[in-house]
């Protein structure tokens, strides 16, 4: 019998900030986690989405005395959750509001864990964060906050809506984004995001964009393997009443697991 896929998937990490979840107990602590509804979405009798913790200098062990390029050659894809803002460090930038200083750690950790799984040449699929954390690794840069820097694009996020926020998407036509959904040139999408891709890293090509802004809303690269980044929650969308306007994430994910088990049952030597 075949094994499960295993599936990497980089941890949601909560700081506590004292008094505005004064719940005590292990609220006090930081927390990785995986969101029920991402993994739900992930998980089956033949899929095990596994969590790769992050690692600083204030954790109880050393940064080397892990593998991440260990990691990713047991594992057979990776996930990249949504979650805390990108830190604009990472692309060169100072934060514009102090609000907007993102998760500097979160972003090194992600990026090593990119590089590893790009190197063993595993699929990597980015959600939200995950898509801008792709665009920044490869080079490219984010707005900030999008209502300050784009004045001009519709409403991205609205947190009383939060997962209820959609607006469309036109598919680029000929990427292999548009293959996987014949005949469909446009649809509705959920729309979680403050932040998003400013300038587009030089190796990534569009795949989608948001209808009429032009906010980049999907990437993948062009190199040598499976990255891909979209802008919208799928795990949300899977969790309620479809209808037909929206983009159905299943054929994403089944493309990904599709790459993954490829790459799985290739032969050890095939890079
Ligand atoms: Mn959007």
């Known amino acids: 019998m075949t094994r499960p896929l295993l599936i990497g998937v980089s941890a949601r990490i909560y700081y506590p900030t004292g008094p505005v979840l004064d719940l005590g107990g292990v609220w006090s602590r930081t927390l990785h986690y995986l969101e029920q509804s991402f993994v739900h979405w992930v ?3 033949d899929v095990l989405p596994v969590m790769v913790p992050a690692v600083d200098r204030e954790s109880l062990l ?5 593998s991440l390029h260990g990691y990713a050659g047991m594992l057979d894809g990776l996930l990249l959750q949504g979650g805390n803002d990108i830190a604009p460090e990472s692309y060169g930038e100072s934060p514009l509001a102090p609000e907007w200083r993102g998760d500097r750690i979160r972003d090194r950790y ?3 864990l990119l590089d590893a799984f790009i190197e063993a040449g595993k699929p990597v699929l980015g959600i939200c964060r995950g898509c801008q954390l792709i665009n ?10 999008i209502p300050t820097q784009r004045p001009d694009a519709l409403p991205h996020l609205d947190t ?20 996987l959904y014949p005949g469909v040139r446009r649809a509705s999408i959920n729309s979680i995001h403050h932040q998003a891709i400013k300038d587009l890293a030089p190796e ?3 795949e989608a964009r948001s209808v009429p802004d032009g906010i980049v809303e999907a990437v993948r690269w062009r190199g040598p393997g499976y990255v891909f980044g979209m802008q919208w929650h799928p795990e949300f969308l899977a969790q ?5 306007t929206q983009l159905d994430a299943h ?7 599709q790459a993954a088990r490829q790459r799985r049952d290739a032969p050890t030597d095939e890079r």
């Open 62 to 66: 050393r940064r080397t005395e892990i």
């Open 136 to 145: 920044v690794a490869l080079g490219g840069t984010l707005y900030q906050d």
């Open 240 to 244: 309620h009443d479809w209808h037909e």
């Open 251 to 257: 054929h994403i994910l089944q493309d990904f697991l």
């Open 160 to 179: 009383a809506q939060y997962d209820h926020q959609f607006h469309d998407v036109e598919l680029v036509p000929g990427t292999r984004l548009a293959g």
């Open 43 to 45: 998980i089956s009798r």
């Open 110 to 112: 992600e990026i090593e």
């Open 204 to 206: 990534l090509e569009v």
